[in-house]
């Protein structure tokens, strides 16, 4: 049971280029979520999609877009990649009532 | 005033003791309380899950709720280095919301053996 699956898994980018983060779950959950974290900063929430068909800004969502492709799959989308969006980066799925939260492995982007 | 409070580390103990891992919150309205572990580099792993105050127990992990205080912890006995790590708290009001969890910064705990 593969879980959550992100990838990549490291990606150094320059600034102004763009890419996209891919995310799919396994699990049937409805809710999908991207969290950044940053030392000293914690967990971050960018984005989530409640249910498919439906994506909401949270903590920290300037300079991202995010598209729920099916009920599987939640990409990350960087337009034009800044340093400050230097992070690791989590995909995240919830089940039906939403309790609790399960993790990927995470990508490690560095933008120069 | 961060929502979740947890004391960042390190904590280094030796193999065998038994760990106090510890979270203070603010919000009376938190209702499910978890902990992950996560490894150097990989995703954080969910440990334990705790609905409301009490006791949960688990193998060598135990997880506490008090609710009157705001408190929450996890222990673990016979502590092994492969527990070094770190431990993040996690809270939420309850079901359906979605942009609801509120995490701790995380305890980097290392078990010398």
Known sequence: ?112 | QKEVEQDPGPLSVPEGAIVSLNCTYSNSAFQYFMWYRQYSRKGPELLMYTYSSGNKEDGRFTAQVDKSSKYISLFIRDSQPSDSATYLCAMTPGPYNFNKFYFGSGTKLNVKP
């Open chain 1, 1 to 112: 049971n593969a879980g959550v699956t992100q990838t990549p898994k490291f990606q150094v980018l320059k600034t102004g280029q763009s890419m996209t983060l891919q995310c799919a779950q396994d699990m049937n959950h409805n809710s999908m979520y991207w969290y950044r974290q940053d030392p000293g900063m914690g967990l971050r929430l960018i984005y989530y999609s409640a249910s498919e068909g439906t994506t909401d800004k949270g903590e920290v969502p300037n300079g991202y877009n995010v598209s729920r492709l099916n009920k599987r799959e939640f990409s990350l989308r960087l337009e034009s990649a800044a340093p400050s969006q230097t992070s690791v980066y989590f995909c995240a799925s919830s089940g039906q009532t939403n309790e609790k939260l399960f993790f990927g492995s995470g990508t490690q982007l560095s933008v120069l």
